[in-house]
Structures are given as C-alpha cells and as structure tokens.
C-alpha cells in the first residue's frame, strides 16, 4: 500500500525559507516520477516541481530559481527545498506519485507566508 506523508510546513516570513519532506511507503521513490503540489484557497491544484527517476527536474515558471525538488534515496524521501518565500506561495503542499495510473496523495502540509 502506497503512503506518502508530508512534514515540514508551517508558518514563515516573506523572503524566509522552508523544507519540506514526503517520506514514501510501499513504493521506492527512486523507480518512479515524484511530484509536488500546492492547493491554495479557492484555486486549482497546481504542480509546483516534478523529478523524475532519472533525477531530471521541472518546475513551476512562478518557483523556478527559488524552489530546489531533490531525493534521498536512502531515507527513501523527496524534499522540496523553498527560499525567497512569498505571500502567493502560501498553500496547502501535496506530495504526489503515479503508480500504475494510480493516483496517489499525501495528507498535505501548509505553508503559510505572512508577516
């Protein structure tokens, strides 16, 4: 059974940086693409970095520069590594996998950038 699971969000001041993490289960995340979302209030879910298992990378036109998607094999994690926060980044952040046309979801961890 697939799990993903999401930790590190929380609340951060414009310019600040966070990182956050999605730690797998049941599947190993160096064998597939792995992806994060954000969700914000009354919009669409909107894919924010991708990486694939070949380690290429994609992003976001609105993240590029300022948001780093990596993956620890070991800890069988993928990270996403965000600086220069700002206010229109704040969402609920999702990490995401595709296992056999199957969609699978973690619970979300939100971001919040005020001051």
């Known amino acids: 059974q697939v799990q993903l699971v999401e930790s590190g969000g929380g609340l951060v001041q414009p310019g600040g940086s966070l990182r956050l993490s999605c730690e797998a289960s049941?599947?190993?995340?160096?064998?597939?693409?792995m992806g994060w979302y954000r969700q914000a209030p009354g919009k669409q879910r909107e894919l924010v970095a991708g990486?694939?298992?070949?380690?290429?990378?994609n992003y976001a036109d609105s993240v590029k520069g300022r948001f780093t998607i990596s993956r620890d094999n070991v800890r069988n994690t993928v990270y996403l590594q965000m600086n220069t926060l700002k206010p229109e980044d704040t969402a609920l952040y999702y990490c995401?996998?595709?296992?056999?046309?199957?969609?699978?979801w973690g619970q979300g961890t939100q971001v919040t950038v005020s001051s």
């Open positions: 990486i694939s298992s070949g380690r290429i990378t």
């Open positions: 049941g599947i190993i995340v160096s064998m597939y693409r």
């Open positions: 995401n996998v595709v296992v056999v046309a199957q969609n699978y």
